[in-house]
């Protein structure tokens, strides 16, 4: 278990490593799906819960830190 998440993590700073600012851009792509989906009341707890704006400055956030430690 702990080989495959260190593989994990290893594959993974090595993709992110060349592209520093894809975690950012998907993070604002969350929040501004979740500005979107406020026009549509229907989804119910979606959308009242807010889950992707808050996903999206998670990811958003954990992007910055990562291309600041790469």
């Known amino acids: 278990?702990?080989?495959?998440?260190?593989?994990?993590?290893?594959?993974?700073?090595?993709?992110?490593?060349?592209?520093k600012g894809l975690l950012p851009i998907i993070g604002v792509g969350l929040v501004l799906l979740n500005l979107l989906l406020q026009f549509f009341p229907g989804l119910g707890w979606?959308?009242?819960s807010q889950l992707f704006l808050h996903l999206g400055v998670v990811v958003a956030i954990f992007g910055i830190m990562l291309a600041w430690a790469l």
Do not use: G, I, T, Y
């Open 1 to 19: 278990m702990n080989e495959k998440l260190n593989n994990l993590l290893d594959w993974l700073s090595n993709k992110l490593a060349a592209r």
């Open 46 to 48: 979606l959308v009242s």
